[in-house]
C-alpha cells in the first residue's frame, strides 16, 4: 500500500524537543571545530565550482576525479566509473561496523548552463564576494555534495566507528534524465548501494524567509511523477487564403484551450494535507486558515485563487499540465495538414499514466486528436517513519528548539527515484537555510550560497550522519 495514504503527526512538541535537543548535544559537543570544517568546505566548494561540468556536453568526469582526490588524501579509498566518454561516476564507502544497513550521500557533478554575460559575477568563478561563494552549481548541487563530502570527512577525522557504512556517490548527468549516472548505477552497479538502507539527496531544503530566517526544515519524501505527452491534430492542407474550420491547427488550438480552462483537478493527498497545517502557523491573514483547512478551501473558487498565488505549494495539490512545445506549418501562406503539442504533466504519488491520459482525452473531447506518451517515470514516496527522518527532527530541535520538520512533495524529478526502486529509503533535504532571492537563482543567474550556509550545513549534516549512525 501507498505510504502517501498514511497520516502522520508532523508536529514536535516542546518538551521532546528539549528532550532530544539534550541527548544530542551530549553526544556531539566533544572537540567538534564546526568553524574549521565550514572553513574548509568552502575553500573546496570554490574549487570545485571552478570546474565546467555543463551538461551538455557533461565534461563530468573532471568533477569526479576532483572529489575523488579528496577523498583519497584523507584516507578514503575511492573509485571512479566511466559511464560515457567524459562523464563518470565517484563512490567511496567509510566503513561502519555492519550493525544497521548504510546512508548514501548522492548529488550530481553535472550543473545546467549558464552565461556569463548575465552573471555579476563570472558563473565558474568560485568567490566569495560580500559573504556569499558565487558559481554555476553552488546550490545545485554542487554545494550539498561539498557539504556531504566534509560530513564524511569529519567523521573519518573523528575516529569513531558507527553502526552504519556511509557511502558517497557523485554522479553525472542528472540534468538530463540520469541515464549515464546514477541510472548507470541501478543498472550496472547497483551491489554499490543495495547493502544500505538510506539515501539523502536534494529535494527541499530549510525554507527561509526574506531576511534568511528559518521557517521550517522542508524534507522531500516524494517527488511528482513526469508524464510528457504528444497531441497530434490532423486536418486537411490548403491555401491559406481560404480559411479550413477543421484545419490540424484550428483543431490543436481548441482542444489546449479545453485543457487550459478546465482549471487544475484537486486532489489533496493526507502528507501533504499535513503539510499545508504545519505551514498554516507560519501564516498570517486569509492564507492561515485556507492553508490550515485545504482540502475543503479548494472547493472555494475565491480560496483557489489565493491558493494559486504560490505556484510551489500549490503545484503539491494537484496533477499539473504545462504546454512546453507547439509544432505546425512550414509557410505563412499553407494550412498545415498536422499539428503537434507537446505536454509536461507532473504526476502525484498514486495516480497512474492511464489516468492522466484518460483525463485529457475527457477534456479536449476531440476522438480524432492522437494522445501518445513520449515519457513516463512514476516515483514511489518514501516512508517516513524511519530512524534518519526522526535523526532530522533531532538535529532540527537541537538548533532551533521547535522548529517544525515537514515531510514535502516536491513538483520537480530527481535522482532518487533510481534508488527508491533499488529499495532505498530516500530524502531530499539540504540542511541550509534559502530565501526566495537565493532560490530565483537556482537554473537561473547569479547562483550562490551564503558562506555562513556552508558552515551550518556542514554542521547540521554531521549531526543527523552521527544520529542515525548511532554514534555514542
Known amino acids: 500500500m501507498s505510504q502517501v495514504g498514511r497520516r502522520l503527526s508532523l508536529s514536535v512538541g516542546i518538551g521532546l524537543c528539549l528532550a532530544l535537543t539534550t541527548s544530542l548535544s551530549s553526544a556531539l559537543a566533544a572537540d567538534v571545530d564546526?568553524?574549521?570544517?565550514?572553513?574548509?568546505?568552502?575553500?573546496?566548494?570554490?574549487?570545485?565550482?571552478?570546474?565546467?561540468?555543463?551538461?551538455?556536453?557533461?565534461?563530468?568526469?573532471k568533477g569526479a576525479e576532483f572529489l575523488a582526490?579528496?577523498?583519497?588524501?584523507?584516507?578514503?579509498?575511492?573509485?571512479?566509473?566511466?559511464?560515457?566518454?567524459?562523464?563518470?561516476?565517484?563512490?567511496?564507502?567509510?566503513?561502519?561496523?555492519?550493525?544497521?544497513?548504510?546512508?548514501?550521500?548522492?548529488?550530481?557533478?553535472?550543473?545546467?548552463?549558464?552565461n556569463p554575460a548575465d552573471w555579476k559575477h563570472p558563473p565558474f568563478c568560485g568567490e566569495v564576494f560580500d559573504g556569499e561563494l558565487w558559481g554555476r552549481g553552488a546550490l545545485d548541487m554542487k554545494g550539498m555534495g561539498i557539504i556531504?563530502?566534509?560530513?564524511?570527512?569529519?567523521?573519518k577525522k573523528s575516529g569513531i566507528t558507527l553502526d552504519r557504512d556511509i557511502v558517497f556517490l557523485g554522479t553525472p548527468d542528472e540534468e538530463v534524465g540520469?541515464?549515464?549516472?546514477?541510472?548507470?548505477?541501478?543498472k550496472n552497479k547497483p551491489e554499490l548501494v543495495k547493502d544500505c538502507e538510506f539515501l539523502i539527496n536534494e529535494g527541499f531544503m530549510i525554507e527561509?524567509?526574506?531576511?534568511?530566517?528559518?521557517?521550517?526544515?522542508?524534507?522531500?519524501?516524494?517527488?511528482?511523477?513526469?508524464?510528457?505527452?504528444?497531441?497530434?491534430?490532423?486536418?486537411?492542407?490548403?491555401?491559406?487564403?481560404?480559411?479550413?474550420?477543421g484545419s490540424a491547427t484550428n483543431k490543436l488550438v481548441k482542444a489546449l484551450q479545453k485543457l487550459n480552462d478546465a482549471g487544475p483537478n484537486f486532489k489533496v493527498l493526507p502528507p501533504v494535507e499535513e503539510y499545508f497545517k504545519n505551514v498554516s502557523t507560519l501564516e498570517g491573514g486569509e492564507l492561515k486558515d485556507i492553508y490550515a483547512t485545504v482540502?475543503?478551501?479548494?472547493?472555494?473558487?475565491?480560496?483557489?485563487?489565493?491558493?494559486?498565488?504560490?505556484?510551489?505549494?500549490?503545484?503539491?495539490?494537484?496533477?499539473?499540465?504545462?504546454?512546453?512545445?507547439?509544432?505546425?506549418?512550414?509557410?505563412?501562406?499553407?494550412?498545415p495538414g498536422e499539428a503537434t503539442a507537446q505536454l509536461d504533466c507532473r504526476i502525484l504519488p498514486g495516480v497512474t499514466k492511464d489516468e492522466v491520459v484518460s483525463y485529457?482525452?475527457?477534456?479536449?473531447?476531440?476522438?480524432?486528436?492522437?494522445?501518445?506518451?513520449?515519457?513516463?517515470?512514476?516515483?514511489?514516496?518514501?516512508?517516513?517513519?524511519?530512524?534518519?527522518?526522526?535523526?532530522?527532527?533531532?538535529?532540527?530541535?537541537?538548533?532551533?528548539?521547535?522548529?517544525?520538520?515537514v515531510p514535502v512533495l516536491v513538483p520537480w524529478f530527481t535522482d532518487s527515484h533510481w534508488f527508491r526502486e533499488l529499495g532505498l529509503t530516500a530524502y531530499g533535504f539540504e540542511p541550509v537555510e534559502v530565501g526566495p532571492q537565493h532560490m530565483a537563482t537556482m537554473h537561473g543567474v547569479d547562483e550562490r550560497i551564503p558562506v555562513k550556509g556552508i558552515e551550518d550545513g556542514v554542521r547540521r549534516m554531521y549531526k543527523i550522519l552521527m544520529d542515525v549512525g548511532g554514534a555514542k
Open 148 to 155: 556531504e563530502l566534509e560530513a564524511m570527512l569529519m567523521i
Open 295 to 335: 482540502a475543503d478551501s479548494v472547493k472555494d473558487p475565491a480560496k483557489v485563487k489565493l491558493i494559486m498565488g504560490d505556484v510551489l505549494k500549490s503545484s503539491m495539490l494537484y496533477n499539473t499540465v504545462s504546454l512546453t512545445v507547439l509544432k505546425a506549418g512550414y509557410k505563412t501562406n499553407v494550412i
Open 208 to 245: 527561509a524567509d526574506k531576511d534568511g530566517k528559518a521557517k521550517y526544515w522542508g524534507v522531500n519524501f516524494a517527488e511528482k511523477s513526469p508524464l510528457w505527452l504528444e497531441l497530434t491534430a490532423k486536418g486537411q492542407a490548403g491555401h491559406a487564403s481560404m480559411p479550413l474550420p
Open 69 to 114: 582526490e579528496i577523498l583519497k588524501k584523507n584516507g578514503i579509498e575511492a573509485q571512479i566509473f566511466d559511464t560515457a566518454p567524459g562523464r563518470a561516476c565517484v563512490y567511496a564507502r567509510l566503513k561502519g561496523n555492519g550493525k544497521k544497513r548504510g546512508v548514501v550521500l548522492l548529488n550530481h557533478i553535472d550543473v545546467v548552463p549558464a
Open 34 to 61: 564546526y568553524k574549521a570544517a565550514g572553513a574548509e568546505a568552502t575553500k573546496i566548494l570554490g574549487d570545485y565550482l571552478k570546474i565546467d561540468t555543463t551538461v551538455p556536453p557533461g565534461n563530468e568526469k
Open 360 to 405: 485529457v482525452k475527457k477534456t479536449i473531447d476531440d476522438p480524432t486528436i492522437e494522445i501518445g506518451v513520449i515519457e513516463w517515470e512514476q516515483a514511489e514516496p518514501s516512508k517516513l517513519d524511519t530512524d534518519l527522518f526522526n535523526s532530522i527532527k533531532k538535529v532540527a530541535a537541537d538548533e532551533f528548539p521547535g522548529m517544525p520538520v
Open 178 to 186: 540520469g541515464e549515464f549516472g546514477a541510472g548507470w548505477i541501478k
